[in-house]
């Protein structure tokens, strides 16, 4: 939303275009994938529903990256980079990871974004 702002009124065809697929799978996530493991419990016959009770928690999008490459990895300590279009707002991050923990040390925010310049050129 503030990016569209910031370019208004270039991007109005894209933001309208984007406000339908915002209001029906974004605002409505933690409904659809609640619903979504009921259903996948249903054809599988495995009790995974999630309840109103249990909490969706959404991690930041860069630290996820860190922990998928930083947790599995044999290091028990590591620096952690991780390069991409956008997440929140971070497009790069740095982190140390240190047996169970993994701290964030730097972001770059967007604009500034290696990952997007590359989905600009291919
Ligand atoms: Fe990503």
Known sequence: METYYAFAPRGF???FRAIPVWIKEKVFLKKIIREEFKKAGADTGVNIQIGEDIPLLFPEHHLSHAAS???PSPFQRAAVVTVDGVGEWATASICRGEGKNLEKIKEIHFPHSLGLL???IT
């Open 118 to 120: 590359y989905s600009a």
């Open 69 to 71: 490459a930083f947790y």
């Open 13 to 15: 065809t894209s933001f």
